[in-house]
């Protein structure tokens, strides 16, 4: 009897212990069974203390920047713009749609329904072309990259002209995008996962940390990596956002310096 119940405080030692060193969500989960957005949702390494930073401390200056559009039917086409710097930390800078368009997803009835800035705006090609060009001219943006969705964006339709692709008809209008490689979903959330890790346990230094930082102007993505839980399938309603970022980490995007912009990658048509 004694021996049993020595064994059984050495572990509730044991375990206790090793949940007071957990975080906060890790703790309401393990010891009172009550499942948090980290641990439900499929990034519990991101969180706004560590991985958001205030817009104005973002520098952006001598990273490699690319862009990723994920097309749609009557939604707003969702983008993002990413930054990598040389220890190929990212640096998520902007979205659209943003905050002053609406939030992306909204909570009804006990879900995430699409929310007022996923309603479509009515925007042809010429419109979207013309509002990245703004977006990106305020900040004299040079984008190495460009990539979308691989499925939707060359999918053919017929036009007065002939067959077409919103691809073809982006690089029409001046802007050249390639399709992002069309592997599984679950490899890209891994990607993103991975570029999330560090050893929470331990303090932030310049060895132990994530990788991944987005400005805090892009809410839209930020509630994304919190909710998105990949239960629901393509119409899970933060999904959009997630693609994008998803796209970027399964296409081999890095820091490219910058007497390389005119070496490398020659066949892919930078911008």
């Known amino acids: 009897f004694f021996s049993s119940r020595r064994r059984h405080t ?8 090793d949940v007071c060193s957990s975080d906060l969500a890790e703790i309401l989960t393990r ?4 499942a948090t957005k980290s641990v439900s949702t499929k990034f519990p390494n991101f969180s706004r203390e560590v991985n958001v930073i205030p817009h104005e401390k973002l520098d952006l200056g001598g990273k490699t920047k690319y862009m990723i559009l994920d097309p749609a039917g009557r939604k707003n086409w969702f983008m993002a713009w990413v930054a990598i710097d040389p220890s190929d930390t990212w640096y998520v800078y902007r979205e659209w749609p943003d905050a002053n368009v609406g939030d992306w997803a ?7 329904i699409g929310g007022e800035g996923a309603k479509g705006l009515g925007y042809g ?5 013309e509002l990245i060009t703004s977006l990106e001219s305020e900040t004299q943006d040079t984008i190495f990259e460009r990539l979308i969705d691989p499925r939707l964006g060359a999918a ?7 067959a077409s692709s919103i691809m073809e008809d982006l690089e029409d209008a001046g802007l050249v995008f390639l399709p992002a490689p069309g592997i599984d979903i679950e490899d890209g959330l891994q990607a993103l996962q991975t570029k999330m890790a560090y050893n929470r346990k331990n303090p932030i230094d310049s060895i132990n940390r ?21 239960e629901g399938g393509q119409d899970e309603a933060w999904k959009d956002p997630i693609d994008v970022i998803r796209y970027l980490a399964v296409s081999g995007a890095e820091y490219i310096s910058p007497d390389g912009f005119k070496t490398l990658r020659p066949s892919k048509g930078g911008y």
């Open 10 to 17: 050495r572990y509730w030692r044991d375990w206790s212990s």
């Open 31 to 34: 010891a009172y069974g009550i």
């Open 106 to 112: 909204k909570w009804h009835g006990g879900k995430w």
């Open 125 to 129: 090609i010429k419109d979207y072309v």
């Open 156 to 162: 053919k339709y017929q036009t007065q002209n002939g």
């Open 210 to 230: 994530p990788h991944f930082y987005i400005s805090d102007r892009c809410q839209n993505i930020i509630s994304a990596l919190q909710e998105y839980t990949a």
